[in-house]
Structures are given as C-alpha cells and as structure tokens.
C-alpha cells in the first residue's frame, strides 16, 4: 500500500476538516456532510431535505441557477448531491488546481442559496420523478420497506418522503429547514487526492469560521417493528428480503461479520449465488449485504424470483443462513480475502472513493481507518476466529419483507 496520512483539523464552530494527501494523483475531490439528513424532516413532511438539497443548488451566491452549473462545468467539477438520513452530502472531483474554486462554490449552495420561489413547483417534480421511479423498482421499495421494519423511524425513513408528503412542502418549509439545520455543528468536509492541507485548512476557515454554530437538534425514535410483512402486488415475479441482526461499523466484531457475510454473497463462487441460482436456478439474482446506521446493522439478504418459486427460493436461502452458522471453509476465506485487497488497492487511486470512505469513518468512528489498518484486520481473520463468531453469534430472529402477488412462509429451516 501508498504511503497514507490522515489529517484532521478541528474548527472552533464544530465544523471538522479531514484530509487523505495522494500526491501520487493528478485529481482531488472533496465529501461533505451537513447534519441535515431526513430525520429531522416534519413526520408529516418527509422528504424536506431532499427538496431542499434540490432546491439550494438552483442558484446561489452570485450564481443564478444556469451560472452554478456553467461554474462547476468550467471547472471540471463532477459535482454530486444526495440527502441522506443523518446527512446532506455534496461532493466533487476535480483535477487537483481546482479544489479551492470547487469548495467556493460549494459554500454557496450551503450558506446562501437563493432558494427561488419561483422554480418550487420544478423542484417539487424532480422530487417527484424521483419517488415515481423507485415506485417502479420494486427490489427497491421491498429493500426500503425492510430497513423502515428493521431499524424503525427515523433510520429507516426513506429520504425521498412520498407523493402526499411532498406535495405539502412549501417554501417557508424549505427556507426554515434550511435555516435551522444548515450549520456547522457536526459538520464534516473530507478531502483526498493531490492538495496542500494548509491551504485547504486556510481556506475552509475563510469559507466558514463565521459560520454560528447551533445545537444539535434531538430526535425520539420509534421501536423498529420486525416480523413479517407482504406487500400485495400483482406480478409474476418476487421480490424476498431476509433480515438479521449484524454488527455496526464501530463494533469489534465488525470484520468478522464482514468475512462471514462475504463467504455467503461476495462474488460468484460465494454460497448464496452458488446454491441458489446456479445448481438450483431458483432466481435471476440473489445476495446478502451489510447495513449499519450509527447505532444498529442489519445484514439483508435480497432475491428476486419468479412468484411460482418463491417460497422453495426463500426456503433455499434460510438453509443457507443456517449452514452459515457451522461455520466456513479455508478456502472460502482466503478466496473473500483477495477480493477484498483488490478492491483496496483499486480505491487508493480513485480520491472520490477515498473521500466518502473517510467521511463515512468519521461519522461511525470519529475516526479514520487507513488502507493498511483495514488490510491488517482482514489479513488477521482466520477460519477459527470467523467460526467462533458464527458459533456465537448465528444468523437467527430472521425478520421478511415479501413483494408480490402470494405471502409466503418464513419457515424454521434447518441445515441441509
């Protein structure tokens, strides 16, 4: 592995600067998160944050809505926005010069959007194409339903909101949110690639010193649900999410979960594609995947399927999350092993991953973990270690989220 710093420096108005250099690139990108996300929507008014972050990059600053886009353009900014449920993120890449201009622009949109009232309705309809297309993903809408049952609201709140709760969102709405929980208290901007941190800690001070903090605001959560649901629909296909406790990023068992989930879906030699696609050619697709908000993970394993074998399909992957708790093979191990250094060797040269990777660690850890430190647990997994996680901790109290024209049955199968 490249030589690897991280830098951090702490403003006194709770905004956090971390930096990654790579001088080994030509580019550099920068991920930022504002303590703005979907949790702190009205209940009754989902999806304000997401309006919102639409709505600030519609003109900012000196820039009316077409001179924003023409300004990242001319600086070669890939520029990226999502509304998260802890966090509103912006984001960009960039060859390395342009940085400084990008992360200008971006304390535009974060500090003085316009918030025009006159495109309201325009934004309203993106935001409503946008809940129009996962209506029609429906692997999606199952996924979502699962983590609303799983992790309860707000952290299982789908950002989005609904056609009902968008349409009730009025400009004061969006103008008030943006004022209350735009700021910088727990606010976070992760820099990697080709930089001088100096510089960059310069200018995010000019950017934002006099930015005035504010309390976090506190949200009483709802118990999650677990269980069973179906969601009717009339289709020959089937859409199946399994549910089960795992372990959040911050936990000490955290790679050993990592390993054993990996062992059951990472790529086409693990045990859920093997056993359920292809000798059996139960589903088109099928997989197992990690979850975690601050406090709770879930690992959520997906098939979609036809609805003629669903419940033989769902029968097949509860087998296999049960034969996963006898443990797994070496061969396995070290198989999930080389997938996973190649992708850390591919994310040292990419400066966009790299950035959203320590954003994330920031907000999980307060922390960063380096390349090397996630090369180093992975390398000290062993068939003994991962076993004796599984033999105590089995996948188990298994919660199901069915779409499709028939319930099915979340049997007590046994190991075959």
Known sequence: MKQQTILTHQFPNGLTLIG??????????????????SRYDDPTKIGTANFLCEMVQRGCGDYHSRAFVEALQMLGVDFSSSAGNYHTHYGGAMI?????????????VLRRPHIPANQLEEGRLVCL?????????????????????????????????????????????LQKFHQRYYQPTGMTIAVAGQFDFDAVVEEVG??????????????????????????????????????????????????????????LSDGMSSRLFTEVREKRGLCYTVFASNHSVKDAA???????????????????????????S??????????????????????????????NAINSNWFHLGRVRTLDEILENINAMTVAKVNDYLNAHPPADFSLVTLGSTALQLSDAKPV
């Open 20 to 37: 990654q250099p790579m001088q080994w690139l030509q580019s550099a990108a920068f991920a930022l998160s504002v303590p703005a996300g």
């Open 96 to 108: 390395a010069s342009e940085l400084l201009p990008a992360l200008r622009i971006t304390a535009d």
């Open 129 to 173: 194409q946008e809940i129009a297309a996962t209506a029609d993903d429906l692997p999606q809408q199952a996924m979502n339903r699962m983590k609303l049952r799983f992790y309860g609201d707000p952290d299982g709140r789908d950002s989005d909101g609904t056609i009902e709760s968008i349409k009730k969102i009025s400009i004061d709405d």
């Open 206 to 263: 000019n950017l934002f010193d006099d930015w005035q903090r504010q309390p976090l605001a506190e949200v009483v959560p709802v118990a999650p649900e677990y269980g069973v649901e179906h969601i009717p629909f009339e289709s020959e296909q089937t859409h199946i999410v399994v549910g089960f406790k795992g372990c959040t990023y911050s936990d000490e068992n955290y790679y050993l979960n990592r390993c054993a989930v990996g062992v």
């Open 298 to 324: 879930g690992v959520f394993c997906y098939s979609g399927t036809t609805a003629a074998r669903a419940q033989e399909t769902l029968d097949v992957i509860l087998e296999q999350l049960h034969e996963l």
């Open 326 to 355: 006898r443990g797994v093979t070496e061969a396995e191990l070290e198989r999930l092993k080389i997938q996973i250094r190649s992708g850390l060797v591919a994310q040292q040269e990419s400066c966009r991953a790299r950035a």
